[in-house]
Nanobody, 123 residues
Framework: QVQLVESGGGLVQPGGSVRLSCAAS????????IGWFRRAPGKEREGLSC????????WSAGSVKGRFTISRDNAKNTVYLQMDNLEPEDTAIYYC????????????????WGQGTQVTVSS
């Protein structure tokens, strides 16, 4: 069964950090570029960052550039999103997906998505 599973979310204080993981099963993650997205309450889904298959190139949205860092470990079939200096506005459900990555992030109906992990930034 093809599956992406996010983990690492939770409650974090403003200014804190958290690392999200996106683990793949049923397929080889290294064959795909992977992206991270989020959906905050009442807002549209937002593409945050993506990384190409070998990790040699990444893209990040302006809203998170300098605070969020995407990386991957293909040997572990896992992609990570390190999130630093978190703000209450970062509260959202975070998703990973297979994507097209380059000068932005794009998906289509054939891509795989995880179920999401909640990140809440609050004191």
């Amino acid at each position: 069964q093809v599956q992406l599973v996010e983990s690492g979310g939770g409650l974090v204080q403003p200014g804190g950090s958290v690392r999200l993981s996106c683990a793949a099963s049923g397929f080889t993650l290294s064959d795909y570029a992977i992206g991270w997205f989020r959906r905050a309450p009442g807002k549209e889904r937002e593409g945050l960052s993506c990384i190409v298959t070998n990790g040699g190139s990444t893209w990040s949205a302006g809203s998170v550039k300098g605070r969020f860092t995407i990386s991957r470990d293909n040997a572990k079939n896992t992609v990570y999103l390190q999130m630093d200096n978190l703000e209450p506005e970062d509260t959202a459900i975070y998703y990973c997906a297979t994507v097209r990555c380059g000068f932005g992030v794009r998906t289509d109906e054939n891509d795989y998505w995880g179920q999401g992990t909640q990140v809440t930034v609050s004191s």
